[in-house]
């Protein structure tokens, strides 16, 4: 399953002591495919080309250094789509307004502003009508937890939040902006974002390490009138739990009736818990590094505590083959190669499988295929791909519209929901439970459901005109 990439190799050869063709053998012995040739210069003795290859990542190096090491071949420079797509940054800002003579710049700057600015001093909530507050949203990180990464630190996580800003308005037209800090102390963390506030509708947390992003979140949703979303927890756990009422359609069962095990307690096997709860799961065993969490455990994690009181109602103990038996569904959110082909065969028949750690998810996906009856992971190179850009767009979308104070359950679950219906009874089948994130029902869909839990939870302070 390894990922697959594609280089441009700009290669000056000596015509008189290497060939072509021993050049493309190379290549081709170190797992490359040339897929495309450039003659940028030719002479009698020499010619500079541009040779662009397909080759698993791993075979990058071992490519290089075979053509590298072949007499009068001299690599001049090596580049890749992914580096090029990122060079300068991904997003820039634009002005709505042409500022072309000096009435113009009156009416955008000094003078005319001033009287806008005095119109927000004396309603703030004019901000949300007259300034980019309505429709921005700020994607903020530390760079602790930067998907298969790790603890990166905030200059590297940047190109994930500008990736991130970069979805938000493609897909659902909100305009975002990457706000990486440069402290990973929650207390710092906490009172940074409570500062620039007040120039955005909207916080998107992102790649913050567990525990602290638990307390990080919570504070600032307490503590700010604008919603806070963590979309490593919740965005996870939405398009889980649409994907999985979806599977359950397929096999027949009902969240209420089955028995799910959730392997992985950390920021969004939290969340997936708590989102499966919230949607009516009753029969729910969390496992982590400790085993099965159970009630008459002490935990020293809160979050963990609070999850041994609200699931595993039976009290089962010990690892995940021990609880796994006689399961309905499995999902993953933890490491590669913890559930194998006998945990699989314990489950219950049609068992569902989301495996979803990344790259690598908990198991080989063309090895569990004989054995699950639905399969789910968070690759793109699999069917059923459960992606959480399927869902934060829509969520600020609709947020962003209803002016909402907070994202709470029951817009989540309306999010799932709202994905899940996408998929129409006549396309769901068991490589098709999930809508493709380049579906445009997506965001329009999450957007109507968000809105209408918002406005009938009272957590909205603004009815968008078409729910009038």
Known sequence: MALGTSITIRLEMDKTRVTFGEVAAAIGEGGGDVVAIDVIHASADSTIRDLTINLPESAREAVLKAVGELPGTRIVNVSDRTFLAHLGGKIEIRAKTPVKNREDLSHVYTPGVAKVCMAIHEDPQKAFTLTIKRNTIAVVSDGTAVLGLGDIGPKAAMPVMEGKAMLFKQFAGVDAFPICLDTKDPEEIIRAVKQIAPAFGGINLEDISSPRCFEIERRLAEELDIPVFHDDQHGTAVVVLAGLLNALRIVGKSLEDAKLVVLGVGAAGAACIKMLLAAGAKNLIAVDRCGALHRAEKYDNEMWEWIAG??????????????IAGADVFVGVSRPGLLTVEHIKSMAPDPIVFAMANPDPEIDPELAEKHVRVMATGRSDFPNQI??????????????????????????????????????????????????????????????????????TGVARRTPPDFR
Do not use: H
Request: include cysteine; charge should be negative; aromatic fraction near 4%.
């Open 310 to 323: 609200n699931c595993n109602p039976n009290g089962e103990k010990g690892e995940l083959g021990d609880v």
């Open 387 to 456: 992606n959480n850009v399927l869902c934060f767009p829509g969520m600020f979308r609709g947020a962003l519209d209803c002016r909402a104070r907070v994202i709470n359950e029951e817009m989540k679950v309306a999010a799932a929901q709202a994905i899940a219906s996408v998929v129409e009874d006549d396309e769901l089948n068991e490589q098709y439970i999930i809508p493709s994130v380049f579906n445009d029902k997506v965001v329009d869909r999450i957007r109507q459901g968000v809105v209408e839990a918002a406005l009938r």
